[in-house]
C-alpha cells in the first residue's frame, strides 16, 4: 500500500533560517511526488511537483529514491512561508493523491 | 477562467441522514476527484469521475457514491450518515488522457460536514 509520512506536524523556524520539512514514502513503483500548500484562510494549492525540478517561492525538492524521500527545503525561511504544507504521492493512474498529515511551519519574525 | 467551486460552504446532519454536496470543475478540466479531510489529517482520496464514470476509487464504503454531468461539474453523495463522516470534503479538478491524470489537482475551497 502507498503511503506518505510527514514526521513533524509542526515546525518553527526563525525568520532567515533555512527551512527543512520532511517527508518520506512508500510505494512499490515509480511514483510521482508533490508538495502542496494551504496559506491561512486559502485553498489548497501546488507548491511544486519533482518532475518540474523548478524553484517555487525559493522551495526546492530533490527526489531521493534511495531514501525514498521528497524534502522540502529553503535556504532562508520568510514570515509569508507560514502555512500548512502537505506532502502527496501519484501513482499516474487514477488512484488520486495520497497524502501524509501535514507540516504546520510557522516563521517567527 | 473560473476556479473549482464548491457547495455548500458548511452543512450540518443527523446521524442516518443523506448528502449530496457538489463541485463545479475549473474550466477546461474534464476530471474531478473527491476527498475527505478529518480534522488535523491530510485529504484522504475518495474517487475520481473521468467521461461520467468513476474509474479511481479509495478505501471508502459503498455509501460514499458520486456522479459527473456532461459539464463536467459533480456531486458525491453520502448515505447512512455516520458521526464519522464529519470532515472537509474537498473536491479537485484537473486535466486528464483516458482517465489517467497526469496534470496538477486544482482544489476548491471544501465543504465543512458536521454529523450530530
Known amino acids: 500500500a502507498q503511503r506518505v509520512t510527514q514526521p513533524e506536524k509542526l515546525l518553527s523556524v526563525f525568520k532567515g533560517a533555512p527551512v527543512e520539512l520532511k517527508c518520506n514514502y512508500s510505494?512499490?513503483?515509480?511514483?510521482?511526488l508533490f508538495w502542496y500548500v494551504q496559506y491561512s484562510r486559502q485553498r489548497l494549492q501546488l507548491l511544486l511537483r519533482h518532475i518540474s525540478r523548478e524553484s517555487i517561492k525559493g522551495f526546492t525538492a530533490d527526489l531521493n529514491k534511495g531514501e525514498t524521500s521528497f524534502h522540502l527545503k529553503k535556504p532562508f525561511a520568510q514570515e509569508e512561508d507560514s502555512a500548512m504544507y502537505y506532502c502527496a504521492l501519484s501513482g499516474g493512474g487514477a488512484d488520486g493523491l495520497t497524502f501524509g498529515k501535514g507540516t504546520h511551519l510557522i516563521i517567527q519574525p | 477562467e473560473t476556479g473549482v467551486t464548491q457547495s455548500p460552504t458548511h452543512l450540518i446532519k443527523t446521524r442516518g441522514q443523506q448528502v449530496t454536496l457538489r463541485c463545479s470543475s475549473q474550466?477546461?478540466?474534464?476530471?474531478v476527484s473527491w476527498y475527505q479531510q478529518a480534522l488535523g489529517q491530510g485529504p484522504q482520496f475518495i474517487f475520481q469521475y473521468y467521461r461520467e464514470e468513476e474509474n479511481g476509487r479509495g478505501n471508502f464504503p459503498p455509501r460514499f457514491s458520486g456522479l459527473q454531468f456532461p459539464n463536467y461539474s459533480s456531486e458525491l453523495n453520502v448515505n447512512a450518515l455516520e458521526l464519522d463522516d464529519s470532515a472537509l470534503y474537498l473536491c479537485a479538478s484537473s486535466s486528464s488522457r483516458g482517465g489517467r491524470s497526469y496534470n496538477e489537482q486544482f482544489f476548491g475551497p471544501g465543504t465543512r460536514l458536521t454529523v450530530l
Open positions: 474550466s477546461g478540466h474534464n476530471t
Open positions: 510505494y512499490s513503483g515509480s511514483p510521482e
